[in-house]
């Protein structure tokens, strides 16, 4: 999810926070009294019969369980996973058996995953649904006005960042005051913008009142219904879920935390968080090491000013130890996309001979195989400077951070 004004740019991935599997989004979803159907998730190919049977059918719905949208449309790398994508429809258990040990262990590549797509490590067997209509409801923290809201459209199913861009008309957005909280007209609101009649508003009104709940309750930064269907007997029932949590509440919730899938992370991320390290990858070529969320943007930016592009988004905090810096250089260095290193720091409560020393200490552990710029500023910077002058590493100093990214840009362009 990018968080912005309402329109297309705010719909999508969160990669601020910590997502969790569909079938985990349910039995969150169920807990709190929200319509789902029947479902079992299955780990090993072996599980998928006793699933298949416990469920009952006569129809199954086959999901491959990865961390990315688009999984109907995407398809597999590997042939013997078959042609169709990453939901099947089985008429039959053992069909549905089939289809479960063609997708477990392949890879699944969809618009969400990039050409290297994800591997599927898990299958949710569900049982099928009598459609009639297709539905979008999510609930997003809007940084605008520091709110919950509501995205509403009849057009579930599909990509909401299209539907945005090509009818916004379609789509209805409006945020919960939390002086009064979740109230009966919200959920009213709802069900007359996605046309319901009859039974199906009351249960629109609960569902929104316990989708509410849900996000607060388990501090969600994201919660996404696509699709939410009527069925035929009229009833609404939450088809797919996505769930994405506030990373920085998760201290609160030790049973969400247990629902991470370290696998579906990228490693590097994986590592700085055990650090206790903010780091994004990126797709440029110039690593940043940096303390502070709004200089490591300044950084990012300057960089593309320059000509060049960030490989990374790293803010080593204002406490950082040497040891922190060690494994963040390590981090960065580990990318095969990084051709060069700038090292942005303005000492404040961090100090620049921790980074220097930090510093120094990565480079005698791991090498350094690319050019590295190093601006220092602030608190003990003449003896940070020194610190690296005196290590011997073939460092290229600069004077500040325009000065920094020029330097840099040109080491990696070969002008330096």
Known sequence: MRRGSCGAERFGEDDTGMNIHEYQAKQILKAYGAPVANGVAVLDGSQARAAADELGGPVWVVKAQIHAGGRGKGSFKEAEAGEQGGVRIA???DQAVAFTQQMLGHTLVTHQTGPAGKQVNRIYLEDGAAIARELYLSLLVDRETSRISFIVSTE???????VAAETPEKILTFSVDP????????????AFALGLEGPAVRQCVQLVDTLYKVFVGEDCSLVEINPLIVTEAGELVCLDCKMTFDANALYRHQDVLELRDETEENPKELAASKHDLNYIALDGEIGCMVNGAGLAMAT?????????????FLDVGGGATKEKVTEAFKIITSDPKVKGLLVNIFGGIMRCD??????????KEVG????????????????????????????IAAD?????????VKAVRGGA
């Open 91 to 93: 008429r039959s258990a």
């Open 156 to 162: 579930g199913g599909m990509d909401i960042e299209a």
């Open 300 to 312: 990012m930016d300057i960089i593309k000013l320059y000509g060049s592009a960030p490989a990374n």
């Open 179 to 190: 002086a009064t909280g979740i109230q009966p007209h919200h959920g009213r609101k709802v």
């Open 368 to 395: 350094l195989k690319v050019p590295l710029v190093v601006r220092l500023e602030g608190t003990n910077v003449e003896l940070g400077k020194q610190i690296i002058n005196d290590s011997g590493l073939n460092v």
């Open 354 to 363: 921790v980074i220097a020393e930090g510093v120094v200490a990565a480079v």
């Open 400 to 408: 500040n951070l325009a000065d920094a990214a020029d330097k840099i």
